[in-house]
């Protein structure tokens, strides 16, 4: 986010951070290419092992009141996603015991059950097909160690998954189903600012008049006209920034009251939210608050604030709604001299990283590591014009991470990201932001 006054600007700093790359290119003049997301509508197997049950089928001529595939595995084997997506839910009940959900274009979600613990990523965090998200495990209502594997449509169970499947045949980690899933195929994936429950990423703004908007993306790049949720914001409240703070995979909204209170806005996913819910005090005068992202390798989404003082901490997210109590804070750090800070999964590896701008127009890629962040890489320079830089969700719908970033003059750029950290040529989606007093 945009802090509410232009100030001269120092390099980010951070004594854990010490390294930096030499010869950093410019994001108009990346020029290298990343492994493709999958666009053949085809899933793949997402754990080896022997097919003892289908859907409906137990397998040995027997009917079973059954809604997935179960894969035997040993105890601790690897389980993948099935096909690019979105982490939706990362919890355990007493049937499914740890399991993980994802959401796919089309319709789809996946389940991951009976896993040792609970899934690797947060929920809002982009997956890839063949990417790891799990291991076998044997909780819940589980006679042995083996993979659920679930597929539904619609909210409904897709029982045509069996026709992929042979009963007491053995099959392969990553490799294909042969079996193609109508609607799957090429499809935007959405994070924490899919507001509308569309599966694709909206933009937050604050108007020239106050009014708290949200701009429905097309999931291209672009965005759909404004639709007003809130009124009064433009002098009570700042920091309005995306998330997914109660793991429900819909987005959600913190903002800074003027009190200082930091309020959570917990979405409907139809484009509404709940009441607001105050979740810490002190907050009104923080320099940045930027979310979106796992930070501490927990599988929840956190919060990170920059402090008036330079120092930066992450607040534990507790996947609920609410904060941990294990926050983690550098002091030695003097953050205060990033004129933008914006969170996001930039590299794919499921874990939270950092962009930051500097007063020379330095952007700086910092990947993330548990509970910190790995050696600062210079991946673009020419950034000082901007008014606004935001973004760590996808806007163009190829399953990678964007930044947006504001002109004085109106103009909003979209910056598309490569999945390593890196940034693309950039694209000009419209001329007519230059009135709106925020963007998030």
């Given at each position: 986010?945009?802090?509410?006054?232009?100030?001269?600007?120092?390099?980010?700093?951070?004594?854990?951070?010490?390294?930096?790359?030499?010869?950093?290119?410019?994001?108009?003049?990346?020029?290298?290419?990343?492994?493709?997301?999958?666009?053949?509508?085809?899933?793949?197997?997402?754990?080896?092992?022997?097919?003892?049950?289908?859907?409906?089928?137990?397998?040995?001529?027997?009917?079973?009141?059954?809604?997935?595939?179960?894969?035997?595995?040993?105890?601790?084997?690897?389980?993948?996603?099935?096909?690019?997506?979105?982490?939706?839910?990362?919890?355990?009940?007493?049937?499914?015991?740890?399991?993980?959900?994802?959401?796919?274009?089309?319709?789809?979600?996946?389940?991951?059950?009976?896993?040792?613990?609970?899934?690797?990523?947060?929920?809002?965090?982009?997956?890839?097909?063949?990417?790891?998200?799990?291991?076998?495990?044997?909780?819940?209502?589980?006679?042995?160690?083996?993979?659920?594997?679930?597929?539904?449509?619609?909210?409904?169970?897709?029982?045509?998954?069996?026709?992929?499947?042979?009963?007491?045949?053995?099959?392969?980690?990553?490799?294909?189903?042969?079996?193609?899933?109508?609607?799957?195929?090429?499809?935007?994936?959405?994070?924490?600012?899919?507001?509308?429950?569309?599966?694709?990423?909206?933009?937050?703004?604050?108007?020239?008049?106050?009014?708290?908007?949200?701009?429905?993306?097309?999931?291209?790049?672009?965005?759909?006209?404004?639709?007003?949720?809130?009124?009064?914001?433009?002098?009570?409240?700042?920091?309005?920034?995306?998330?997914?703070?109660?793991?429900?995979?819909?987005?959600?909204?913190?903002?800074?009251?003027?009190?200082?209170?930091?309020?959570?806005?917990?979405?409907?996913?139809?484009?509404?939210?709940?009441?607001?819910?105050?979740?810490?005090?002190?907050?009104?005068?923080?320099?940045?608050?930027?979310?979106?992202?796992?930070?501490?390798?927990?599988?929840?989404?956190?919060?990170?604030?920059?402090?008036?003082?330079?120092?930066?901490?992450?607040?534990?997210?507790?996947?609920?709604?609410?904060?941990?109590?294990?926050?983690?804070?550098?002091?030695?750090?003097?953050?205060?001299?990033?004129?933008?800070?914006?969170?996001?999964?930039?590299?794919?590896?499921?874990?939270?990283?950092?962009?930051?701008?500097?007063?020379?127009?330095?952007?700086?890629?910092?990947?993330?590591?548990?509970?910190?962040?790995?050696?600062?890489?210079?991946?673009?320079?020419?950034?000082?014009?901007f008014t606004a830089v935001l973004g760590g969700v996808d806007y163009d719908g190829d399953g990678r991470v964007d930044l947006l970033g504001r002109t004085p003059a109106g103009e909003l750029y979209l910056y598309p990201g490569r999945g390593d950290g890196m940034f693309g040529t950039r694209k000009l989606i419209s001329s007519d932001w230059a009135d709106h007093l925020a963007l998030g």
């Open positions: 986010m945009k802090r509410s006054s232009r100030v001269r600007l120092g390099r980010i700093g951070f004594a854990a951070v010490l390294a930096v790359i030499v010869g950093a290119l410019a994001p108009s003049l990346s020029t290298s290419t990343p492994a493709l997301a999958a666009t053949d509508g085809q899933m793949v197997n997402p754990a080896s092992g022997n097919i003892q049950s289908k859907v409906g089928d137990g397998c040995r001529g027997n009917y079973r009141a059954h809604e997935g595939i179960d894969i035997s595995a040993p105890g601790g084997a690897p389980i993948v996603a099935a096909y690019d997506g979105i982490i939706k839910s990362r919890t355990v009940n007493s049937g499914y015991g740890n399991y993980t959900d994802v959401e796919h274009p089309g319709g789809y979600v996946t389940r991951y059950a009976h896993m040792a613990s609970p899934g690797t990523y947060a929920p809002g965090t982009p997956v890839v097909r063949g990417q790891q998200i799990g291991v076998v495990g044997n909780t819940g209502n589980s006679p042995a160690y083996h993979l659920h594997f679930e597929v539904r449509r619609n909210g409904a169970v897709h029982t045509a998954i069996n026709n992929g499947f042979t009963c007491l045949a053995n099959v392969t980690r990553g490799s294909l189903i042969p079996l193609f899933l109508p609607g799957l195929g090429t499809g935007p994936v959405a994070a924490s600012a899919d507001f509308n429950g569309d599966m694709k990423a909206d933009l937050l703004l604050v108007a020239g008049n106050g009014d708290l908007r949200y701009r429905a993306g097309t999931g291209g790049g672009s965005f759909h006209p404004a639709i007003t949720v809130f009124n009064g914001w433009g002098n009570t409240r700042r920091h309005v920034t995306h998330v997914d703070f109660n793991g429900d995979g819909r987005g959600d909204i913190f903002a800074a009251r003027s009190d200082g209170a930091l309020e959570f806005y917990a979405g409907n996913g139809s484009g509404g939210f709940a009441p607001p819910v105050s979740v810490g005090t002190g907050w009104y005068e923080t320099l940045h608050i930027t979310s979106g992202a796992d930070y501490t390798g927990d599988g929840r989404q956190d919060v990170i604030a920059v402090a008036p003082s330079g120092v930066l901490t992450i607040y534990q997210g507790n996947g609920a709604g609410g904060f941990g109590s294990a926050h983690v804070t550098f002091p030695e750090s003097n953050w205060s001299s990033a004129h933008f800070l914006i969170g996001g999964d930039f590299d794919g590896d499921g874990r939270g990283d950092l962009i930051g701008v500097t007063e020379t127009g330095s952007l700086d890629f910092y990947p993330g590591v548990p509970n910190g962040f790995a050696a600062r890489r210079v991946v673009g320079e020419g950034w000082v014009e």
